[in-house]
């Protein structure tokens, strides 16, 4: 715009020289108004130069602002996502058995033997390792395990598991059933670090059995992490 008008004022000097060389004998009120149509116009320049400037630092303004904005939400966003990521870390559950149909044998066994436990009930936070049987603490806390070791009837072997925190023997369910069936049962809260691991293992000279009944079972949760 401020071109349009410089270039407009041209044209104007342009013909005011050429009106007056061609009117030299005419009224001496017609050049003065000429003049002061241009002053007007000089002014008027003046005027949306001082106003194009304004528009300009208030752009700069606002732009700033909107970039202010942005990063202020970008921080935002970066702050709840990584709230997300540790709201979830501490949501910690699962609960496992060792088929989802049929029936399950095991044993006796001659030494430690870790139950592998596929049938995934719930596994929030993906702590538990179907194809390990280990469960690996994903921050640390104070956390709860429960396990069930269904026996079934034989005078000659028992049904025994043991909870391993990392190679430490914890607490044991142990049960002989001489006929038809029973259940042993046991339950520990332990504190864990990040890392540590903890699942079951068949005990010596024990067998365990299962079916889709889930006689045998093994939970944990977090319940409160420090």
């Known amino acids: 715009m401020m071109k349009v ?16 060389v061609k009117s030299s004998t005419a009224s001496e009120s017609h050049p003065r108004d000429v003049y002061e149509a241009l002053g007007e116009m000089k002014g ?9 400037k304004e528009q300009a630092s208030e752009l700069h303004r606002l ?9 202020k939400v970008q921080k935002q966003h970066a702050e709840m996502n990584k709230l997300k990521e540790q709201q979830q870390g501490r949501q910690v559950a699962f609960s496992v058995a060792p088929v989802t149909k049929g029936e399950f ?6 030494g430690l033997t870790t139950l592998i436990f596929k049938h995934v009930q719930t596994n929030i936070g993906n702590g538990y390792n179907k194809h390990t049987g280990v469960f690996t603490a994903p921050v640390r806390g104070a956390y709860h395990f429960e396990w069930h070791v269904g026996a079934h009837g034989d005078n000659r072997h028992p049904s ?6 990392n190679s430490e023997q914890i607490f044991m369910a142990w049960e ?3 006929a038809h069936f029973g259940t042993a049962s046991s339950s520990v809260t332990l504190l864990l670090e990040v890392g540590d ?4 293992r068949l005990w010596y000279f024990s ?3 299962d079916n889709r009944n889930h006689h045998n079972s093994f939970s944990g949760l977090l319940l409160f992490p420090m």
């Open 105 to 110: 044998r095991q044993g006796p066994v001659n």
């Open 63 to 71: 732009k700033k602002q909107q970039q202010e904005q942005a990063a």
């Open 197 to 200: 691991t903890v699942f079951l």
């Open 176 to 178: 002989r059933q001489a």
């Open 160 to 165: 025994a598991a043991v909870l391993i925190k």
């Open 207 to 209: 067998r365990v059995y």
């Open 5 to 20: 008008a410089e270039s407009f004022l041209l044209l104007l000097l342009l013909a005011a020289s050429s009106f007056m």
């Open 44 to 52: 008027e320049i003046r005027h949306l130069h001082v106003e194009n």
